[in-house]
């Protein structure tokens, strides 16, 4: 493996990289019997990454990173290019949309944190920073008076520069004031404390460049270490595990449904600035993203729903109110009393004796009486009678009088005289 870890080096691969392509390197002898992979072909290699999927239930892009840790040792290490490596399967990753807090969920967890912890948070959720980038932040990095911060070495080996939250500038200010007194004191114990990693062999260049004040990590560790190659007392800057289990903990006790994390604020960042009107343009260049594509999957995580789409029932008003069921019943309906009509005589039956006329008006003959009553609205008074369905009362009396079709002719003069 120190001929995989060398090769790695040689094309400047991050540290995590090489870590992780070594694993799975050794994953893939392990699983074939310590065989050497020259002697190992398309198929065991379409067989270990079938066993990662289907025995292991790994997900496409740790099945992808395992792919591409195979195809660097066939190809930069064994040099060998055959045909079968560019006809491997790659799984396809799902989209994953990231988890978002909004400004109060961010402001419950940041009072949650205490100490170093909640002030790195808090530059995680100011400045969209990951959480190694800030970490690895050093003195000559954060420019207070320019309100600048300047990311090295990112992700993807690029520099790149963000904004410095300006409510944050009196705690950084205190705070870098504590870390100079810090390094004074370690200088103060003699030649060999002070000192701090530099990077690559910038050691080699600038010699005394590991005890000046600009290289110190600005959030540096309690304690030291001795480096053993040089013998020199080194301070490495604040552990990110540390962070990661305080605000975990500061999660849990805001009770917020979410599985929240440090990268949680870098999302946050990122969807506030675009709630506030900020351009695609300008949140690629503040995150880093080589790509804009990258920067758009947080448009589907606006306060606005997916895509930006206003529901239709915010459009029905005020729904505070309990909605009734049609299925309970509608309250009872108190009957009407409708006015009760005297029977009308017929021929078989005895004519009721009619009222005690006054001396002024006479008694009505028996026609008259019958047309007089007030028929009930929607009844048929006498439905055998056709002349009263196309004539009015004087037709039907007509009808009643001449019978037959000059009935007829006679109430439909009727009706045309009623209209």
């Known amino acids: 493996m120190d001929c995989v870890s060398a090769e790695l080096r040689t094309h400047h691969y991050s540290p995590r990289t090489e870590d992780a392509y070594s694993h799975w390197i050794r994953r893939f002898i392990r699983f074939h019997r310590m065989r050497h992979p020259r002697d190992l072909g398309a198929a065991e290699v379409t067989q270990f990454l079938t066993h990662l999927a289907v025995d292991g239930h790994c997900a496409a892009a740790t099945q992808n990173q395992a792919l591409a840790a195979l195809l660097f040792l066939y190809r930069r290490v064994l040099h060998i290019d055959l045909p079968w490596l560019d006809g491997l399967v790659r799984a396809t990753p799902r989209e994953?949309?990231?988890?978002?807090?909004?400004?109060?969920?961010?402001?419950?967890?940041?009072?949650?944190?205490?100490?170093?912890?909640?002030?790195?948070?808090?530059?995680?959720?100011?400045?969209?920073?990951r959480?190694?980038?800030?970490?690895?932040?050093?003195m000559k990095d954060i420019d207070i008076a320019r309100s600048c911060i300047t990311v090295r070495a990112g992700k993807g080996d690029k520099d790149r520069q963000t904004v410095l939250p300006a409510p944050l500038r009196q705690a950084l200010l205190q705070h870098r004031s504590e870390v100079e007194r810090q390094h004074a004191a370690d200088l103060q114990r003699g030649p060999d404390w002070g000192w701090v990693e530099l990077p690559h062999a910038l050691g080699r260049k600038l010699p005394n460049a590991g005890r000046d004040l600009a290289w110190q990590w600005f959030f540096p560790a309690t304690r030291t270490y001795l480096h053993a190659e040089t013998g020199q007392r080194r301070r490495h800057h604040f552990h990110?595990?540390?962070?990661?289990?305080?605000?975990?903990?500061?999660?849990?006790?805001?009770?917020?449904?979410?599985?929240?994390?440090?990268?949680?604020?870098r999302h946050s960042f990122a969807t506030h600035l675009l709630e506030d009107g900020y351009d695609l343009r300008t949140i690629q260049k503040l995150l880093g993203h080589a790509d804009v594509r990258t920067t758009m999957i947080y448009t589907h995580v606006l306060n606005r729903g997916p895509h930006g789409v206003r529901s239709p029932l915010e459009a029905l008003g005020d729904l505070s109110q309990p909605p009734v069921s049609p299925l309970v019943p509608s309250?009872?309906?108190?009957?009407?009393?409708?006015?009760?009509?005297?029977?009308?005589?017929?021929?078989?039956?005895?004519?009721?004796?009619?009222?005690?006329?006054?001396?002024?008006?006479?008694?009505p003959e028996a026609d008259d009486a019958v047309a007089s009553v007030d028929p009930v609205e929607g009844v048929d008074p006498d439905p055998f009678d056709d002349a009263s369905d196309s004539g009015g009362?004087?037709?039907?009396?007509?009808?009643?009088?001449?019978?037959?079709?000059?009935?007829?002719?006679?109430?439909?003069?009727?009706?045309?005289?009623?209209?």
């Open 96 to 129: 994953h949309l990231p988890v978002v807090l909004d400004r109060a969920e961010v402001a419950a967890v940041l009072a949650h944190l205490t100490g170093l912890p909640r002030l790195l948070s808090s530059l995680l959720y100011g400045a969209g920073l």
């Open 131 to 138: 959480l190694l980038e800030a970490c690895h932040l050093r």
């Open 240 to 265: 990110e595990s540390a962070v990661q289990k305080a605000v975990h903990l500061a999660v849990v006790r805001s009770r917020i449904p979410k599985r929240a994390s440090c990268h949680t604020f």
């Open 331 to 363: 309250p009872p309906v108190s009957p009407v009393s409708l006015p009760v009509s005297p029977p009308v005589p017929t021929d078989s039956s005895p004519a009721p004796a009619p009222a005690p006329a006054s001396a002024s008006a006479p008694a």
């Open 393 to 419: 009362d004087s037709g039907a009396d007509g009808g009643r009088e001449r019978g037959g079709h000059a009935g007829g002719e006679v109430g439909g003069g009727g009706d045309d005289d009623a209209c």
